[in-house]
């Protein structure tokens, strides 16, 4: 995805006296959880196993208001098996043969799908990627088309939550009210779908804790915003 705002994780003394550190703060930990949402680059994979991600989302967290645990998000998983968990978990599906005579095949997606509409029985995939769409335009950010991921992928709506966080941080303290739509309509569903989901898997390792927390954050984050608006 890409916008015409700052990079994530901007020289914030900069903006000394003007920058909602707390909503920036947010940001920073939305971009976190987008990086894990795709598969683990060899810096990532190090970071986790040596406790640096945890640290530093530990950080983050404490800079906000925001009353959530960050769990232990460590792994002893090397870059090659930690990769291989991701697609396990994330992209590859379950496949069998049910008939070998004829080949029949049983195959089903994977476990824990990165796309909200595979978690919205009642919704087509085009309303929700079209709202999506809709949403990302308003605010003037467009998919990064050399991904080639559609508008539901758990990285895009991170980023764009990421998104609306840096814009209520340094722009437009009203940005906090369009995030909290975007909560009820997408990124909530989408993070309680994901834990739900992971819940029952064996062997998730790091992506378990992470996905309890990627919940926990946007519900507190709702909460949050939803009080600032109590008389």
């Known amino acids: 995805m890409s916008t015409d705002t700052p990079p994530s994780d901007p020289d914030w003394d900069r903006f000394a006296g003007e920058i909602d550190r707390d909503a920036a703060a947010r940001a920073a930990v939305y971009d976190l959880l987008a990086r894990a949402m795709d598969e683990p680059s060899a810096e990532l994979a190090e970071a986790m196993a040596a406790g640096e991600f945890e640290a530093e989302l530990r950080a983050l967290v404490e800079q906000t208001s925001l009353d959530v645990a960050v769990p232990t998000i460590a792994t002893e998983d090397d870059h090659e098996t930690l990769c291989a968990r991701f697609n396990d978990l994330f992209?590859?599906?379950?496949?069998?043969?049910?008939?070998?005579?004829?080949?029949?095949?049983?195959?089903?997606?994977?476990?824990?799908?990165?796309?909200?509409?595979?978690?919205?029985?009642?919704?087509?995939?085009?309303?929700?990627?079209?709202?999506?769409?809709?949403a990302y335009d308003y605010f003037g950010v467009e998919v990064d088309q050399t991904n080639r991921q559609h508008h539901d992928h758990a990285r895009l709506e991170l980023q764009f939550a990421s998104y609306l966080c840096r814009r209520e941080a340094a722009?437009?303290?009203s940005a906090a009210n369009a995030r909290l739509d975007f909560h009820d309509r997408h990124l909530g569903v989408l993070a309680s779908g994901m834990?739900?989901?992971?819940?029952?898997?064996?062997?998730?390792?790091?992506?378990?804790?992470?996905l309890a927390f990627f919940e926990a954050f946007v519900d507190a984050d709702v909460e949050d915003i939803d009080r600032r608006d109590e008389p």
């Open 171 to 173: 722009v437009d303290a």
């Open 91 to 134: 992209r590859l599906g379950h496949a069998q043969y049910t008939d070998r005579t004829d080949g029949s095949l049983d195959a089903s997606g994977p476990p824990v799908p990165l796309y909200e509409s595979s978690y919205r029985d009642q919704v087509s995939w085009n309303d929700v990627n079209l709202d999506l769409a809709r």
């Open 195 to 210: 834990n739900a989901a992971i819940a029952d898997e064996p062997g998730t390792d790091v992506y378990g804790p992470l």
